[in-house]
């Protein structure tokens, strides 16, 4: 097994660029939805239809990368699973904020809390604890 992962960078390195995606795609995700609700025609540019799908892929590789290296199960830590639950929820919010959200009403909040549960995901990373004390 060790063989067949040989090529693969040092664990630390992919996490680096896991978290520096993280980053990135919150980033993105912020901009776009405050361009969504501002009616911007920046939010029209081809590059927005890119970057922030080409980070959420390399985002999601790191994960799976992660996840084979240190041979765990996503499924095997209650804080894994927490993160797995909140990404689809924070992509269904996400698709409410930016594309199906009838009236901005409607927008402005699914965009509240995308970022209310991309905050969740990240302090359950950093604390690999499901409940985050307050």
């Not at 995606?21 to 029209?44: D, I, Q, Y």
């Not at 699973?81 to 009236?103: D, E, H, Q």
């Not at 809390?113 to 359950?124: P, R, S, T």
């Amino acid at each position: 097994m060790e063989l067949m992962l040989s090529w693969i960078p040092n664990y630390f390195v992919i996490k680096h660029i896991h978290q520096s995606c993280a980053a990135l795609s919150g980033c993105l995700f912020f901009l776009r939805g405050v361009w969504t609700l501002n009616e911007s025609p920046v939010r029209h540019q081809r590059w927005l239809a890119v970057v922030p799908h080409l980070a959420d892929t390399i985002l999601l590789g790191c994960a799976v990368t992660m996840l084979v290296l240190r041979g765990q199960s996503p499924f095997a830590q209650s804080w894994l699973i927490a993160k797995l639950i909140a990404l689809v929820c924070y992509v269904a919010l996400g698709t409410i904020a930016l594309k199906r959200g009838k009236s901005k009403p409607v927008r402005a909040c699914a965009f509240v809390a995308a970022l209310l549960v991309f905050a969740y995901i990240g302090a359950v990373a950093l604390t690999k604890q499901v409940w985050i004390p307050a």
